[in-house]
Nanobody
Framework: EVQLVESGGDLVQAGGSLRLSCAASGFTFDGYFIGWFRQAPGKEREGVSCISSSDGSTYYADSVKGRFTISSDNAKNTVYLQMTSLKPEDTAVYYC?????????????????????WGQGTQVTVSS
């Protein structure tokens, strides 16, 4: 059974940091792109970042560039999202998702409809 399990969400003050984890099981980690998305109340789900588990290529939304860092530990089948300088507008439920390679990832990584598997989400709340 394919599973993606996010963890690490919390309540944090503006300017603080959090590290989210996405643990994958039930599929071969190598050969997938792993993305992080977020959805705030009343807003559409948006792509935050993505990483290729095979070559480590990374992609970021402009809103998080320089503040968030995505990384992968293939031995643990886990992808991390290190979030720093958090802002109240980062408040959302954060989801990780897996997209099977090959794919034109540079152009589609932020499109949720292309992803095959999804986790249940973890809440991040940033207070001002």
């Amino acid at each position: 059974e394919v599973q993606l399990v996010e963890s690490g969400g919390d309540l944090v003050q503006a300017g603080g940091s959090l590290r989210l984890s996405c643990a994958a099981s039930g599929f071969t980690f190598d050969g997938y792109f792993i993305g992080w998305f977020r959805q705030a109340p009343g807003k559409e789900r948006e792509g935050v970042s993505c990483i290729s588990s095979s070559d480590g290529s990374t992609y970021y939304a402009d809103s998080v560039k320089g503040r968030f860092t995505i990384s992968s530990d293939n031995a643990k089948n886990t992808v991390y999202l290190q979030m720093t300088s958090l802002k109240p507008e980062d408040t959302a439920v954060y989801y990780c998702a897996a997209l099977e390679a090959p794919a034109p990832i540079a152009s589609i990584w932020g499109e949720s409809r292309y992803y095959d598997y999804w986790g249940q989400g973890t809440q991040v709340t940033v207070s001002s």
